[in-house]
């Protein structure tokens, strides 16, 4: 157990609906990161926050928005949901960011199935 | 951050030791060898890293060439709950902490 937290573990929507990840990072960790597998790109990063702000940006998309808030749970906000968007989301958490040092911790993962 | 190459898929027999290689012979002087694995489609999980000297936890051992153009993960003891797909990940210091996967190496361990 990494001590990150995800919700919903599956989730099951139609093509143009809107879905909301949630993440709950290790305690005390200020820095979380989302990221999306699927089958034919791998394992990808989308987005990082650090304390509340974006801190950097990877693949994602513009239908795909996200946040921290205050108590350092962050939200995955997907919209306009197409059949390429079913995959694993992951969230990650690490003490703090520009520290090479501190390695991520993974959550189980949601699992977006678009029909 | 500079690439990787790693083989598609390894076996190894339990109790045996797993040698997993990395190739990343564009590896610049700032930059770090990462190693990550995931068990079927769980989050992947940190293993361990280094610059330029060898580095040992409980988990493995990282054996890094002098050249830094290579490095090789030793799980010396391996175990069926070892087969996962590794990911070797180079990754520069300040470069911001995102983790770029490559394909990784499936290792399957068999009895």
Redesign the interface.
Known sequence: D?G?TQTPKHLITATGQRVTLRCSPRSGDL?V?W?QQSLDQ????LI?YYNGEE??K?NILERFSAQQFPDLHSELNLSSLELGDSA?Y?C?S?PR??T??????????T?LTVL | DAKTTQPTSMDCAEGRAANLPCNHSTISGNE?V?WYR?IH??????II?GLKNNETNEMASLIITEDRKSSTLILPHATLRDTAVY?CIV?A??G????????GTQLKVEL
């Open positions: 990494s990150v820095s990161y990221y791998g394992l990808q990063f990082q801190r950097a990877g694993l992951f990650a690490s960011t520009g090479l040092n501190y390695e991520q911790f993974f959550g189980p993962g699992r | 770090y990462y995931q489609s769980q989050g992947p999980q940190y890293h990911y990754r210091a300040g911001g902490n995102k983790l770029t996967f490559g394909t």
